[in-house]
Structures are given as C-alpha cells and as structure tokens.
C-alpha cells in the first residue's frame, strides 16, 4: 500500500518505520505547514492517509484528504464537537473516515473488559467507580479522547452511571455521576484506570501502554482494513472481523 502520513511528529515517525516494516511505501509526508502538500500527486497516490496531528488542525486535514480522494485513519482527538458531521460526510459518500481515540488493540480489550464489569456492577451499589487517565506533558486536551470513550461505553451500558463530570480538585460528584480525573507527568504514553470503591475494599481495571509502537501498529493495521471500504468506521468494524 501506499500510506500519507499527516502529522510528522514523534507519532509520525513511529507509524512510517511501523508501515514500513510490513512491507508498505510512504508516499507523502505532511506536517504542520506543509498544507501544499495536499495538493500534490504524490499526496493523491495514497491508497490511505494516517493523520495524528492536533485538535485545532484535525478536521482541515480530513477535508483536505477527502478533496483529493484519499481516505483517513485518524487518532487525533480533541476535535468531537466536529466529529458528527464528518461523519454525516462520510455516511453520504463524500468520504472515508476511520477514527478511533485509541489504536491500540489492548485498549480494544481493555474497554470490553470495563464494559462487562460496568453491567456487573449495577448490582453492586456499595461500589463507586472513578476513571483516571495519566499522559506525558506534551498532551493538552484532557480527559484524553481515551478516557471520554471509556466513559461513554460505562454510561451506555450501567443503569447507574447517567453522565460523566472532570471535577474540581476536592470537588464531590452527585449520585449517578462518574467523575473523570486526569494527570500530566513526563513521558508517560498513556495509563487508563476504573476503579470501584467500597468501604470494605477496591476492584481496579487498568491498562498501561508501555511505549507508542502499539498505538502505531493499531493505526497500520486500520489502514490496512481500510482500503477499498467506504463510509465511516472505527476499531469495533475493524476488531469485531
């Protein structure tokens, strides 16, 4: 295949050296500034482009991508408000979008893990969950568009969980809220924690990423899904294959 990259930053250069360690050619490489770029036959070759870039610039780089005809994996987050209309885009045939806030595969498994335990946990009142998410500093959206996702799916699935609230520090949530706290420190690829609190004892579901490559290869392997299908998909099209 041939892969654009949107975004050319650390995330950049790990998913080129991923896509080309199985096999596949970089075509276009974009960064901030670059948005020339676009418009080039090289850019237009791809078979699909992989955009991590940042939130006040994700959603001119799809639209650009999608004017020249190229479909998009894309992990940027940050962007949500946006993010129905592409896809209403993408469901009329004006693109192609894949999005996910996380690539990771065990994230993937993470959340259908959480999932199920949410369900169990509406017969265990004496329980009270916390989310908690841990970035390096470079990150400036929070919650991550990881730890909003994790959240949505205990909402959809748990009669007792009605929304979900960034608290304050020292701020208490009411009843049926699920508070979502959030910390920055060095370089930490990405930690996401639900914990269940009793005053006998804890229950805590947590996935640590150890390094970017695995955020890297999910994005590759999406990639991959991706080309020849059109519409709007995410990882549970891709995992639930």
Not at 12 to 35: F, N, P, Q, V
Not at 153 to 171: F, H, L, N, Q, Y
Request: net charge negative; glycine share 10%; proline share 4%.
């Amino acid at each position: 295949m041939k892969i654009a990259i949107i975004g050319y930053g650390r995330m950049g250069h790990i998913i080129e050296k991923t896509a080309e360690s199985r096999g596949h050619e970089i075509c276009a490489r974009i960064d901030a500034g670059d948005s020339d770029l676009f418009d080039t036959p090289e850019f237009r070759s791809a078979d699909v482009a992989i955009e991590f870039s940042q939130p006040h610039a994700a959603v001119d780089n799809i639209l650009r991508a999608f004017a020249a005809g190229v479909p998009v994996v894309s992990g940027t987050t940050g962007w949500d408000d946006s993010l129905p209309e592409i896809k209403d885009m993408c469901l009329k045939g004006a693109g192609t979008l894949f999005h996910s806030t996380n690539f990771s595969v065990g994230v993937y498994l993470f959340r259908e893990v959480n999932r199920y335990l949410a369900r169990l946990m509406d017969r265990f009142t004496q329980y009270k969950p916390t989310l908690t998410e841990v970035h390096h500093v470079h990150k400036l959206d929070h919650p991550s568009g990881t730890a909003r996702t994790v959240a949505d799916d205990m909402i959809e699935v748990s009669a007792r969980i009605g929304t979900w609230k960034e608290p304050a520090e020292g701020e208490a949530v009411a009843e049926g809220v699920l508070p979502v706290l959030h910390e920055r420190r060095g370089e930490v690829p990405g930690i996401h924690s639900v914990c269940w609190d009793s005053a006998v004892d804890s229950i805590t579901l947590t996935h640590s990423a150890k390094s970017r490559e695995g955020f890297a290869l999910g994005a590759v392997m999406a990639a991959e899904w991706l080309k020849g299908r059109k519409g709007f998909f995410t990882m549970t099209d891709m995992m639930g294959e």
